[in-house]
């Protein structure tokens, strides 16, 4: 019993795995090429658009509006020339410094209204404290189940006289 029906059936897929072992052989070489030429240019000190969109990852339209977003800095050599310096792509990898805050201790609870306390004495609904507090920025701070205000604080706001 033979694998093939007919000696031309042999010839076609001997030719066909030939040809398959050549494809495969040739596609090895195009990548080794295209991988050693890739590191060159991604090495350079300046990018054009295109390489640069192979080392992001990403389209070239997706480079040109970082462009004119203003994120990355580009210069036109001629109209159809644009490149990229390499600093500046990575410069969009830098994280920002941290900027420590600081805690603000919150005052005495002897010297603050809670949120029912300053309803009353106002004589404002819930929602109207709250908006003011939002809008003037004021310091608030829960302790237990009551959030508590700064008197002088609410006072200055809610009585400038």
């Known amino acids: ?10 010839k076609r897929f001997y030719k066909a795995k030939e040809r398959g072992q050549k494809m495969a052989s040739m596609d090895q070489v195009v990548k080794k090429v295209l991988e050693g030429n890739a590191s060159e240019q991604v090495k350079a000190d300046y990018l054009d658009v295109k390489t640069a969109a192979k080392l992001l990852r990403a389209s070239d339209k997706m480079i040109y509006a970082m462009i004119n977003l203003g994120k990355l800095n580009a210069v036109n050599l001629s109209k159809r020339k ?14 920002p ?7 603000l201790k ?20 819930e929602k109207a ?8 920025n004021l310091f608030k701070f829960q302790e237990g189940k009551f959030v508590y205000v700064a008197k002088s604080e609410l006072d200055r706001v809610l009585n400038p006289g």
């Open 1 to 10: 019993m033979t694998r093939f029906c007919s000696k031309l059936c042999n």
């Open 97 to 103: 410094p941290v900027v420590q805050l600081k805690e």
């Open 106 to 125: 919150p005052p005495p609870i002897s010297e603050c209204y809670n949120m029912g306390e300053a309803q009353k004495k106002f004589n404002i609904s």
């Open 82 to 95: 644009t490149l990229v310096a390499r600093k500046d792509i990575d410069k969009l990898f830098e994280l």
């Open 129 to 136: 404290l709250f908006e003011i507090i939002k809008r003037n």
